[in-house]
């Protein structure tokens, strides 16, 4: 177990007298991700490409309204996109490498600043009252657990239809409406939207905060449009199962 005599300092921390730093990355890429600053940047990026990966398949979803053939189409479209140059779904799996590897730094880097955080302040406060930051930070932790681990479900179901009572690849419209039609799916899958919509309105406002001022008014402001937003998303998602257990989509 390191001391404080031998424990290594990351590159850029004030090392106390007597306690070695570690060796400084030496490639440009290596000393941003080993920089705070460089993790949340990878943070941000990551998360706004995930963001803009949640609107578009909110809005694929949404087809689900417009019947059978309008949702059936959208996927064949989706893998239509760039055929000449990607081959037919090339694009599609583009997107999937892209956005597992914007999962994982995204995952691992917050999982590292977490840690950093706890190294910098080792000693617990004896008695704190609890804060919006802190509460913040405990949302995104276990939201961001049980979002992984509800991917992992949702892929398994709709993307390869092992666990569909349908799982027909060419029907996905019978696929969601036999999902939907089970209480229990649209329950854990609402959850999960639910869970999801913590997360990007933590987020979105994180996101607003950095582009405004640090003042109370805008703040207020800028914690309207994050909850706003998240509260947007969710609705759109959580209207397919809604649409199939009232019997408005059958």
Known sequence: MATASTRLTRPGDNAPPGVPRARTPRTTIGRLWASTVGKKAVMAVTGGAMFLFVIGHMAGNLKVLFGPEAFNEHPKWLRSIGEGLLGHGGFVWI?????????????????????????????????????????????????????????????????????????????????????????YVSLTYAVAIVTLGFHIRHGVWSALQTLGASNGARQRVLRGVALGVAVAICAGFLAVPFSVLTGLVK
Do not use: C, K
Request: proline share 4%.
């Open 95 to 183: 997107a999937r490498v892209g956005l597992l590897l914007s999962l994982v730094l995204h995952m691992t880097a917050a999982i590292q600043l977490a840690r950093r955080a706890r190294t910098a302040r080792p000693a617990r406060y004896q008695h704190r009252r609890p804060v919006q930051g802190s509460y913040a930070a405990r949302t995104m932790r276990w939201g961001g657990v049980i979002i992984a681990l509800f991917l992992v479900y949702h892929l398994m179901d709709l993307t390869a239809g092992w666990l569909n009572p349908v799982g027909d690849l060419e029907n996905p419209y019978g696929n969601v409406t036999a999902d939907f039609r089970h209480w």
